[in-house]
């Protein structure tokens, strides 16, 4: 198990030098640069900002400079926020993504298994066709359609949470952008396990738990349900990819002061070396998740071994 | 069939973690349904607290490293120049009491009053000269260092020809300033209260370097000290009690929040979640009028939105062909139906209420009415060689803001009407600039707005030495040598009349084509009292207080 | 994106079809299903009203009309109103569909065509080979895609042929395994030995043996990558990085709609119906397919 785990860990390091190679030459190869503004900087001043951050060297200078301050743990200062260091950044703000995304994760595991074995239980009836349909409806209505309109009615018109802000992570801040991040997310985890219930209920050794008399709601839930939340355990890396995309129209809408906004935002001002934080954090993040998938997985299901 | 919450539960109770989860959930869920108030907040009990949407995150807080209104909208309530803004935006006395000027216009003298800076030490004048050689080093890298360069040596010393010390400026004794010129300039006073020529404190500087500018080590001589910063989220500054007029400062606490969303900040304004927003999306003025009464404040501004001919380009060499796209406009239809927000349509380059000016007299066709112009405009390309056979092709490049891309498209129809087939190119607006700067665009938007309250802040923009803000390559000897008589000008009246005489020229000349003046556009509580709309849209925390706090406004 | 994983997982059950009358019976299914029906209609009026109705319109769809201003659907000649430019929404809405399913068609047929050569190889050669690509394949699946593609649009600016490559080189990895799992079943079919047995090249295998009988799972895969390619672009729209205005999609007009939606709910409410309507009709022919084809759900 530890060796597993150490050697995937050993597989993720080129994958993320790939990840920084590839980030480093296109956020360079996009015309502008960070220092661009409607007012002009005399030459001689250009010149000074350009070297005050090593961007006078030459572009492969720079990279090997680039990836040697990675290696130390510096991922350099920002480009355009000038009292702040990338790191500073990521550390301030990553915590209000991740908590986004924990609660919405976990509220539509729960909120999207419960559905999927509801509508498992009593497929092709009226609760399943209505689960599937609002599941068929969560996935097309796109996020930034959602929060508009629960922000106003919600929010503006009924007065219940607030419109917008972080407050300090306040509880009632959350609540709102957590719904919007979960709701297609809900709907993928119902269908998942619905299809996944369903084939269990029909295996054989449902078959056998039902003959020998256990009850109807252990075998659906202990049995059953065990087997078919499978499928759910992979699905936790794809998830959490989906979140990171919602979470960047999510802390836009309700202007949250996650990491998902400053990567949009830095890109377009071309604050290199925040875009390349961003992409380290998240590459990070997701390559510990997969593991993480990998490893549960192994864990519920007796089949798979670790090799 | 039992219940389904039943087998949750016995599910959930076999699974120790996702029991948590579910508690969270659970938890989260109840919270959010109870009808919520807008939170105070962590305001102090008896304390007086304002949070202010600023628009945009803040670059810095060290005033010599941002150029944004939105940095500056934060400093300004952190730190006093030697004049500073009332609440209307007029120059009154800040750090210094008093000041003299010599008769020739070119040696300025101010009297520092007794102050100290927010950790206790005393402000002198050694602070000032400390700050305006430190901006001016090549080293510190400031953006907007050129803005300085009327004082005596500032150029040279920029560009990093002459010493820091060969600047202009020298503390006579603690408290006297002694400030030399290039030549004379009665907007320095106006400078002297712009974030260039704030003072930063020398002993902290010295301490920190650029560390000093973090909220832990920060150090302010102005009503507020900053305490934090959490990006994309809130700039919190709290009374500073050493402040000279602290008496008179009625807010003790103020959060500036990032809204990059204006109708965000809109909903949060009208929930009060904040109590002020430093901008509207301007065709939801009239809406926001009538839903929230009392809250839109809007005023003229010195701000100018504009098209630019690129001189290289030869068809725009021609002037019949620059004043015919300028005539063709529908400046009315972009300000009345496009923009919504009192924003009036330009025809002049310099905004009207703009200090020491004499308005340039407008072109005759501003007065015509919008067919006359379109057919004095197809009448001037047919004289320059074009018609229906032989169409002008052109292509605006423009911002891809919010503005620009609502405009642009009512433009391209306009000059479509007089037979010019025009193609819009959008970039993001730093790709933009870069590209205007590098002169790669045939017709280019661009806006501006003032730095200072003075005619000088437009015009040296079309200055054939200005460079490469100087988008459009305008070269005119006749405009340079007026803006340099207004230069070498004491007399401000005598100034006045040759700057107008200068936008005359290039008016004429239809350099630009400007379509409309800008309006500042805020939403206020009306609970926040002692806010003031203006021309500047200058509005200093000090003079603020809120309804029902018992103590009296700072003015 | 979101929809890859799931969709993969429901995908790879569909087993390869053997014979034309599994096709027959997998159509005489498909009718049956009333929501695939539906879903097929419904698509085939939107395709043909994508296709046809921006000819039909008195109106172009970047046109301005100065006097029409914001008007509500009905007004002036504007069936579904105008926008602040007093463009026509129906006809910027039919544009705007017709690019939003270009994208949709375009970057599922790249996603598809690199998917299908990488799979189908990776699974018939096997060995290290078959090693290496589905490794490749691991690695860029644990990339945040998004923001590459975010990057691809910042660095070489948003055009609408680099919407359909960036979106389609994301969706071919699931496409790639999908066909790589089926591959490795047909490949010990008897048809395929006797192929092999009667000397044909590898090459001519993979091409003429194995890739049409993939066709089952891949034109299920093929309807529900789609609508996620199509919700893929509203988002890159949504940020400012989609298709440039003029030009429209449905994206770029739903994030413009929610800006002005108290004062012009017509620019939200219309654009979002017709994607949901598109995006609903793609998930239900994708649904029935899947079910027709593997009949063993129901």
Redesign the interface.
């Known amino acids: 198990m530890l060796q597993y785990i150490g050697r995937r860990l050993l597989v993720a390091i080129p994958t993320l030098f790939l990840v920084i190679t590839a980030a480093f030459f296109m956020m360079r190869a996009a015309p502008g640069s960070p220092f661009d503004m409607d007012r002009k900087l005399s030459p001689e001043i250009e010149a000074n900002v350009l070297a005050q951050f090593g961007m006078n060297k030459p572009l492969g200078e720079q990279y090997v400079d680039y990836l040697a301050g990675v290696v130390r743990g510096d991922l350099g200062p920002s480009l355009k926020y000038r009292d702040k260091t990338v790191l500073d950044i990521v550390k301030e703000n990553y915590p209000v993504s991740l908590r986004l995304g924990f609660f919405a994760i976990a509220i539509a595991s729960v909120v999207g298994v419960s559905l999927g074995v509801m509508a498992a239980l009593r497929q092709n009836k009226l609760t399943d066709n209505v689960v599937m349909t609002v599941a068929i409806l969560g996935v097309c209505i796109p996020t930034f359609v959602t929060a508009p309109l629960l922000v106003l009615g919600i929010a503006s018109k009924l007065g219940w949470l607030p419109t917008a802000g972080w407050n300090d992570g306040a509880l009632a801040n959350m609540v709102l952008p957590i719904v919007v991040l979960s709701l297609p997310q809900i709907a993928i985890i119902s269908r998942l396990t619905r299809a996944g219930m369903i084939e269990v209920l029909h295996s054989n050794y449902v078959r056998t738990a039902r003959a020998k008399g256990l009850p109807e709601a252990v075998i659906v839930w202990k049995h059953a349900l065990r087997a078919a939340i499978l499928p759910l355990v992979s699905y936790l890396g794809p998830a959490c990819a989906g979140l990171i995309t919602g979470s960047l129209v999510v802390e836009k809408i309700f202007n949250l002061p996650g990491l998902g906004k400053f990567f949009v935002i830095s890109a377009l001002q071309r604050d290199y070396t925040v875009v390349m934080g961003m992409v380290i954090f998240y590459a990070g993040l997701i390559l510990v998740l997969n593991l993480v998938a990998d490893l549960l997985y192994a864990v519920l299901d007796p089949r798979v071994r670790l090799a | 069939m039992r219940s389904i919450f039943a087998f949750m539960y016995r599910f959930f109770c076999r699974q120790p973690g996702q029991t948590i989860l579910a508690l969270a959930a659970t938890l989260l869920l109840t919270q959010g349904c109870a009808p919520s108030k807008p939170q105070a907040n962590d305001c102090p009990a008896g304390k007086v607290c304002i949070r202010a949407g600023n628009g945009v995150e803040v670059l810095s807080l060290d005033p010599q490293k941002v150029s944004g209104v939105g940095d500056h909208r934060v400093l300004l309530d952190s730190m006093v120049g030697l004049t500073m803004a009332s609440a209307r935006d007029e120059v009154v006395p800040g750090a210094a009491e008093r000041w003299e000027t010599s008769a020739d216009g070119l040696t300025w003298t101010f009297y520092l009053r007794p102050a100290l800076w927010s950790d206790g030490v005393p402000v002198t004048a050694d602070d000032f000269v400390f700050s305006l050689r430190r901006i001016l080093k090549p080293e510190t890298a400031a953006e907007y260092a050129s803005l300085l360069y009327p004082l005596l040596g500032a150029q040279a010393v920029n560009e990093g020809k002459a010493a820091p010390e060969t600047l202009g400026v020298r503390a006579v004794s603690p408290r006297v300033l002694e400030i030399r010129l290039e030549h004379p300039a009665p907007y320095l006073l106006q400078l002297a209260k712009h974030q260039t020529m704030y003072p930063v404190p020398k002993h902290v500087v010295e301490k920190y370097g650029n560390a000093w500018s973090k909220p832990e080590h920060y150090v302010s001589n102005g009503p507020y000290t900053i305490v934090s910063w959490k990006l994309g989220d809130r700039i919190k500054a709290v009374k500073n009690p050493r402040y000279w007029d602290a008496d008179k400062v009625c807010v003790d606490q103020i959060s500036y929040y990032p809204t990059t969303d204006n109708i965000t900040a809109e909903r949060q304004v009208r929930r009060g979640e904040l109590d002020m927003n430093a901008d509207i999306q301007s065709n939801r003025i009239a809406l926001l009028r009538d839903k929230m009464p009392g809250y839109v404040r809007t005023h003229t501004y010195l701000g100018v939105s504009y098209l630019t001919y690129n001189n290289n380009v030869v068809a725009l060499r021609d002037v019949r062909v620059r004043r015919a796209l300028s005539m063709a406009i529908d400046r009315e239809f972009v300000t009345n139906k496009l923009m919504r927000g009192g924003q009036q349509p330009a025809f002049s380059f310099v905004p009207p209420g703009v200090a020491n000016y004499e308005p340039a007299k407008l072109p005759e066709w501003a007065s015509w009415s919008f067919a006359k112009r379109q057919a004095e405009a197809r009448r001037l390309l047919a004289e320059a060689g074009y018609g229906p056979g032989r169409p002008l092709k052109i292509e605006i490049k423009h911002r891809n803001s919010a503005d620009p891309s609502l405009i642009m498209p009512a433009i391209q129809a306009d000059w479509k009407e007089i037979g010019v087939e025009a193609r819009l190119a959008q970039n993001e607006p730093q790709i933009a600039y870069a590209a205007y700067r590098s002169r790669d665009f045939e017709v280019a938007d661009a806006a501006w707005v003032a730095d200072y309250n003075d005619p000088m802040s437009f015009l040296y923009l079309m200055n054939s030495t200005t460079g490469a803000q100087n988008y459009g390559d305008y070269n005119s000897p006749a405009f340079d040598a007026l803006l340099k008589k207004a230069d070498n000008e004491p007399d401000a009246k005598v100034r006045a009349r040759y700057l107008a005489e200068a936008e005359q020229v290039m008016m004429n000349d239809a350099i630009v084509a400007p379509v409309f003046f800008y309006v500042n556009k805020n939403l206020v509580s009306p609970r926040v009292t002692g806010w003031v709309a203006n021309l500047g849209d200058i509005h200093p925390t000090q003079y603020l207080c809120l309804k029902g706090a018992d103590k009296a406004p700072g003015v | 994106?979101?929809?890859?994983?799931?969709r993969a997982?429901?995908i790879t059950?569909a087993q390869a079809v053997q014979g034309r009358s599994l096709w027959e019976d997998a159509w005489r299914r498909l009718m049956r299903n009333k929501a695939a029906v539906t879903g097929m209609v419904t698509l085939a009026v939107l395709v043909l009203a994508a296709i046809v109705g921006p000819w039909l319109s008195p109106f172009t769809y970047?046109?301005?009309n100065?006097s029409d201003?914001w008007l509500p659907p009905l007004a002036n000649g504007h069936l579904m109103g105008s926008d602040?430019?007093g463009r026509d929404l129906l006809t910027r809405l039919l544009i705007g569909l017709r690019v939003s399913l270009a994208i949709g068609f375009v970057a599922t047929f790249v996603s598809l065509v690199i998917g299908v050569a990488w799979g189908a190889v990776a699974g018939y050669v096997g060995g290290k080979l078959d090693e290496v690509m589905m490794r490749f394949v691991d690695?860029l699946?644990?990339?945040?895609?998004?923001?590459?593609v975010?990057?691809?649009m910042?660095?070489f600016?948003s055009n609408i042929i680099l919407i359909f490559v960036a979106i389609g080189a994301v969706e071919w990895l699931t496409m790639s395994r999908i066909v790589r799992g089926q591959t490795l079943t047909l490949k010990h079919k008897e048809f395929v030995e006797a192929a092999r047995a009667s000397g044909l090249n590898r090459g001519a295998i993979i091409a003429r043996h194995i890739v049409p009988n993939l066709l089952g799972p891949v034109v299920v895969y093929v309807t529900l990558t789609i609508?996620a390619v199509i919700?893929a672009e509203?988002?890159l729209s949504?940020?400012?990085l989609g298709v440039?205005?003029?030009m429209a999609s449905l994206?770029a007009l739903?994030?413009g709609g929610?800006?002005?939606?108290?004062?012009a709910p017509w620019l939200?409410i219309f654009p979002?119906i017709v994607?949901?309507t598109t995006?609903?009709s793609f998930?239900?022919i994708g649904d029935g397919l899947r079910d027709a084809i593997d009949p063993?759900?129901r």
């Open positions: 994106m979101i929809l890859a994983s799931a997982e429901t059950k970047d046109q301005v100065k201003v602040a430019l690695v699946y644990s990339l945040p895609f998004i923001f590459f975010i990057l691809l910042v660095t600016g609508p919700l509203s988002f949504f940020l400012g440039q205005p003029p994206g739903i994030a929610a800006s002005d939606m108290e004062l939200l979002s994607m949901v995006l609903m998930n239900f063993k759900d």
